[in-house]
């Protein structure tokens, strides 16, 4: 039986098109492969002392067993700029497995990503092996996504070309080879570099939904490295910042401090905020900001992180549970204000019920360490210790462990309600501290017999019935 005419026609076109099709799609992968730019070793400002030796051990030893081996990331990108890379790491082409055998001092970590760390003393360096495109991948055990697009799994290895495709910011996309002393660039990471421009590799939006916290690293690496975003990578982070919510609260407890607790937190902070970033991560601080962003808790925000900055570049240490009691500090307030007023409850049992509210919504978002809620804890008491002063209270409360954090944060309070009375409370505790015992002594005795503060009322004790007699 002979088919129709323009049955036949239409296969024909068909076949055409697909055709057609796939030679466009050809041209337009061949296009779209990177362009390598390879920079010698007098073009580029690195040099081996400035590396870790343990760095070259590794990278040494793996080019010595027949495999590549690159410097890459921000060791690379750090020491292209001139500043001390934090770490260094590593990535080539042998499999974790190749790099354990290499190296006694290696163990194999992560399950999403697969990496060898090899270990010198407290000194790690990572070596990563080269990744590689993982859509026309089936075996789950190696890649794997979740619904909303999500990499929950990625051992799928490839080439230096694809790795660098694979990477998330085209700065961090930059390798150096210890054995030619030469710079790869696959992406056009050093004219970002020079121009300061913090840019995605790929489609932003594939690359967020990949793994979300890259919108927090875009923002980090902006306010870290005194850099812009670019419009294309920037723009579309207020929309899929509920991504977020999908990624465990464990990590975003330690991407929260690296963000407000390296050295350059006010001005992440400033970020965070502009792109809508901030609320995920601290939904219950997002609530009590203002249009003008000058309440009190925005105020005391910006003292702490400033203050925080401040800290490291001095070279002091900071406390995490400081800078959260602080933040959280106004939420609590309010929250203990309304459960006053709504259920009855005495302040002080409103106030214990609060602060377990507040760190509880905190904790889902951002996995607080129990170590740390409870040193937030111990401050947020001693605000309503501070003020009751007599008798022997003022030495007690001194001996505490977190007297000086809760002064701290006193005194931070002072600063931004701009509170008369907290002012004076602040400066008696201040002069207190450092006055001798008989001035410390004098400084009790004329506050007077009756302490500030609420009064404690003690409840009548019960007397046993009188027995009847007989």
Same mark, same amino acid.
């Given at each position: ?26 041209? @337009?992968?061949?296009? /779209? ?34 495999? #590549? ?8 990108? %750090?020491?292209?700029?001139? +500043? ?7 990535? *080539?082409?042998?499999?974790? &497995? ?29 070596? /990563? ?25 990625? $051992? ?28 790869? %660039? ?8 020079? #121009? ?9 939006? *594939?690359?967020?939904? &990949? ?42 407890? #330690?991407?929260?401090? =690296?963000?407000?607790? /390296?050295?350059?937190?006010? &001005? ?25 962003? %000058? ?7 910006? +003292?702490?992180?400033?203050? *925080? ?31 006053? @007023? ?13 602060? $377990?509210?507040?760190?509880?919504? /905190? ?14 804890? %111990? ?31 006193? &005194? ?5 309600? $701009? $509170? ?25 005795? @004329? ?7 609420? =009064? ?15």
């Amino acid at each position: 039986m002979t088919q129709p005419r323009c049955t036949i026609f239409t296969r024909v076109a068909n076949f055409c098109r697909k055709v057609l099709n796939r030679e466009d799609g050809a041209q @337009q992968a061949h296009s /779209a492969q990177p362009v390598m730019t390879v920079i010698p070793r007098d073009r580029h400002t690195i040099s081996r002392k400035d590396i870790s030796e343990n760095a070259l051990k590794v990278l040494y030893r793996l080019n010595k067993a027949g495999y #590549e081996a690159w410097l890459v990331g921000g060791g690379v990108r %750090d020491l292209l700029l001139g +500043q001390k890379p934090k770490d260094f790491d590593v990535t *080539t082409n042998a499999t974790p &497995e190749q790099v354990r055998k290499l190296f006694r001092n290696c163990r194999l970590v992560g399950r999403r990503f697969r990496l060898a760390h090899v270990m010198f003393g407290p000194e790690i360096i990572e070596v /990563a092996t080269f990744r590689g495109h993982h859509e026309a991948q089936t075996d789950r055990q190696l890649s794997q996504r979740g619904q909303n697009g999500m990499l929950l799994r990625d $051992n799928i290895f490839g080439s230096i070309e694809e790795d660098a495709q694979r990477r998330d910011f085209t700065i961090n996309s930059l390798y150096y080879s210890a054995a030619d002393f030469t710079v790869r %660039d696959y992406v056009g990471g050093l004219r970002d570099l020079q #121009e300061k421009r913090i840019r995605l590799i790929g489609s932003p939006e *594939t690359r967020y939904r &990949e793994d979300p916290v890259r919108m927090l690293r875009a923002v980090r690496f902006a306010a870290k490295l005194g850099m812009t975003i670019s419009p294309e990578t920037g723009d579309p982070i207020p929309r899929l910042a509920n991504l977020l919510n999908d990624v465990p609260a464990a990590r975003l407890f #330690e991407e929260s401090l =690296k963000l407000l607790q /390296a050295g350059y937190g006010y &001005e992440t902070y400033r970020l965070l905020r502009e792109y809508q970033l901030f609320q995920p991560l601290f939904p219950s601080i997002t609530r009590y900001f203002t249009e003008s962003g %000058d309440s009190p808790m925005e105020r005391i925000i910006e +003292q702490v992180l400033k203050n *925080t900055d401040n800290r490291i570049l001095n070279g002091k240490r900071v406390n995490p549970a400081f800078l959260f009691a602080a933040m959280l500090w106004y939420p609590q307030l309010e929250m203990a204000q309304k459960l006053t @007023q709504e259920s009855g409850l005495a302040y002080y049992d409103a106030f214990a019920l609060a602060m $377990n509210e507040v760190l509880d919504e /905190a904790c889902r978002s951002i996995a607080i360490p129990k170590r740390i809620t409870s040193l937030i804890r %111990d401050i947020w008491q001693l605000q309503l210790r501070l003020s009751r002063r007599q008798g022997k209270r003022a030495w007690r409360l001194m001996e505490h462990p977190k007297f000086r954090a809760a002064y701290d944060l006193l &005194e931070q309070r002072a600063v931004a309600e $701009n $509170n008369g009375e907290l002012q004076r409370l602040t400066q008696w505790w201040g002069e207190f501290q450092v006055a001798p015992p008989p001035q410390q002594k004098n400084m009790v005795s @004329q506050l007077g017999d009756e302490p500030s503060g609420r =009064k404690r009322h003690r409840r009548p004790r019960r007397r046993a019935p009188r027995r009847e007699e007989k």
